[in-house]
T-cell receptor, first 113, second 111 residues
Framework: DGGITQSPKYLFRKEGQNVTLSCEQNLNHDAMYWYRQDPGQGLRLIYYSQIVNDFQKGDIAEGYSVSREKKESFPLTVTSAQKNPTAFYLC????????????FGQGTRLTVV | EDQVTQSPEALRLQEGESSSLNCSYTVSGLRGLFWYRQDPGKGPEFLFTLYSAGEEKEKERLKATLTKKESFLHITAPKPEDSATYLCAVQASGGSYIPTFGRGTSLIVHP
């Protein structure tokens, strides 16, 4: 089945620690996105990538980093510089031709302990 | 700057009580408007894409419509399993294709 896989589903981070969230897609989509979702705030864009080896900051990129070495993969690192990382993180992908709606993974819930 | 406003924030219905959710948008040029359903603790599930004013799409008890300024998601005779948060997003034309999301409407359908 084609789709987007995020892992892990739950992640716990200690103070001062970097953690990496995985996102893999087999939809052959060029564009991939990372969103953060907090209660009452909707989806806020962290980073996006339209092609391999290229990515752009979104609205709330501070404290986060990404890479796009393969078309299928777009991992997100939450660094210690992100002061309030507890949130639900969503990865999405879309085609840049024809139907361009975004499809989402099941999310990773990150909690600081 | 693209903007999406959804109303109401929350809606409680009795089973069988039809209603509509609103999505107002401001975008320089609309390439597409999307509706998603999101269940608690899960990623949004794609429902519809609308491209031009006057267009309508239907799926089971849901019907989405589009004008030049807003979209409606009509829910006919809802069931408890329709309870979820419904998200609206717009995609501008001639740009990066990044969807801009509204904050969603939380729908609860009571049996």
């Amino acid at each position: 089945d084609g789709g987007i896989t995020q892992s892990p589903k739950y992640l716990f981070r200690k103070e001062g620690q970097n953690v990496t969230l995985s996102c893999e897609q087999n939809l052959n989509h060029d564009a991939m996105y990372w969103y953060r979702q907090d209660p009452g705030q909707g989806l806020r864009l962290i980073y996006y990538s339209q092609i391999v080896n290229d990515f752009q900051k979104g609205d709330i990129a501070e404290g986060y980093s990404v890479s796009r070495e393969k078309k299928e993969s777009f991992p997100l690192t939450v660094t210690s510089a992100q002061k309030n990382p507890t949130a639900f993180y969503l990865c999405a992908s879309s085609s840049r031709q024809g139907s361009t709606e975004a499809f989402f993974g099941q999310g990773t819930r990150l909690t600081v302990v | 700057e693209d903007q999406v406003t959804q109303s109401p924030e929350a809606l409680r219905l009795q089973e069988g009580e039809s209603s509509s959710l609103n999505c107002s948008y401001t975008v320089s040029g609309l390439r597409g408007l999307f509706w998603y359903r999101q269940d608690p603790g899960k990623g949004p599930e794609f429902l519809f894409t609308l491209y031009s004013a006057g267009e309508e799409k239907e799926k089971e008890r849901l019907k989405a419509t589009l004008t030049k300024k807003e979209s409606f998601l009509h829910i006919t005779a809802p069931k408890p399993e329709d309870s979820a948060t419904y998200l609206c997003a717009v995609q501008a034309s001639g740009g990066s294709y990044i969807p801009t999301f509204g904050r969603g409407t939380s729908l609860i359908v009571h049996p």
